[in-house]
């Protein structure tokens, strides 16, 4: 049985979500973009979770943390929140290099992926990852997403462009 919980980011997590980031820093620099000295401030983090929290009254985005026995060991996203006639999101995630390989990230994308269609009513979600980032390939096949193609060089991670696998998955309920 999983002591995993994931909810919604609270303001109160910044220091948490500081301490995340800098553990992994040098491990998340791989699937991100550069980031400044500032990102790694809890001035930052505050702002960041401020931002986030707006962007979820304004239907924009919607960002949850992952918790272990109440560490904060992950973030999940919904971000490019497309309503209208695509009711999409995109779907993203890390987790600290300690816990990966427990199927933490997999229950957490499966909770999110079923909120998303469930209370905030999407219709697809989408996720793109690195050909070489087997294991994040992993977790959304598990989770029910499908491999759609490849996005050539078209996200600049760590200062170069990237390829990425395109996947996706359709809200059951909408299937015919």
Do not use: C
Not at 43 to 54: A, G, P, S, V
Not at 86 to 105: H, P
Not at 158 to 169: C, E, M, P, R, T
């Amino acid at each position: 049985m999983s002591m995993l919980e994931v909810r919604r980011v609270r303001l109160e997590d910044a220091p948490a979500q500081l301490a995340l980031e800098k553990r992994n820093r040098a491990f998340f620099q791989k699937f991100t973009g550069i980031r400044n000295e500032n990102f790694y401030t809890l001035e930052e983090q505050h702002l960041r979770i401020q931002r986030q929290l707006e962007a979820m009254k304004q239907d924009q985005g919607y960002y949850f943390v992952l918790l272990n026995q109440g560490d904060l060991i992950g973030e999940i996203a919904l971000t490019g929140v497309a309503r209208g006639h695509l009711q999409s999101a995109w779907i993203g995630y890390f987790l600290d290099e300690e816990e990966n390989g427990k199927g933490y990230m997999t229950e957490a994308v499966k909770i999110v992926t079923e909120l998303a269609f469930q209370e905030l009513d999407f219709h697809r979600l989408e996720a793109g990852v690195m050909p070489h980032n087997t294991g994040s390939l992993r977790v959304l096949e598990k989770s029910g997403y499908h491999r759609e193609g490849l996005a050539r060089q078209n996200v600049k991670i760590n200062g170069s462009w990237q390829d990425h696998v395109s996947l996706a998955i359709i809200n059951p309920a909408d299937l015919v």
